[in-house]
C-alpha cells in the first residue's frame, strides 16, 4: 500500500488503514506527531534578534575584507 492509497482509505474510514499508518515512517510522523502553536509575537521577535545580529556582524566583515586587501597589496 502506498501513501495515496492510504488517504483514499482515510477519507472512506476504512479499518484496514490502521496497518498502514503503523508500517509506513511517513505517515507514523504525519499522525502521531505532536502539533503546537507558536505564540503571538515570536516570528517578528525572532526576525528583530536576526536584525539585530546581522547589523552587529556588518562592521568586522570590512574590517576583515580590508586588512585583507592590505595584506594583498603589501605582498605585493
Same mark, same amino acid.
Given at each position: +500500500? /502506498?501513501?495515496? =492509497?492510504a488517504r483514499q482509505m482515510m477519507e /472512506?474510514?476504512?479499518?484496514? %488503514?490502521?496497518?498502514? %499508518? @503503523?508500517?509506513? $515512517?511517513?505517515? #507514523? *510522523?504525519?499522525?502521531? !506527531?505532536?502539533y503546537y502553536e507558536a505564540p503571538a509575537?515570536l516570528e517578528e521577535k525572532i526576525r528583530? @534578534? %536576526? @536584525?539585530?545580529? =546581522?547589523? !552587529? @556582524? &556588518? $562592521?568586522?566583515?570590512? +574590517?576583515? #575584507?580590508? !586588512?585583507? *586587501? &592590505?595584506?594583498? *597589496?603589501? %605582498?605585493?
Amino acid at each position: +500500500m /502506498n501513501c495515496e =492509497t492510504a488517504r483514499q482509505m482515510m477519507e /472512506n474510514h476504512d479499518p484496514g %488503514l490502521a496497518d498502514h %499508518l @503503523r508500517s509506513c $515512517p511517513s505517515c #507514523i *510522523v504525519g499522525t502521531h !506527531a505532536p502539533y503546537y502553536e507558536a505564540p503571538a509575537g515570536l516570528e517578528e521577535k525572532i526576525r528583530a @534578534r %536576526l @536584525r539585530k545580529e =546581522t547589523s !552587529a @556582524r &556588518l $562592521p568586522w566583515r570590512w +574590517m576583515a #575584507i580590508a !586588512a585583507s *586587501v &592590505l595584506l594583498a *597589496v603589501s %605582498l605585493t
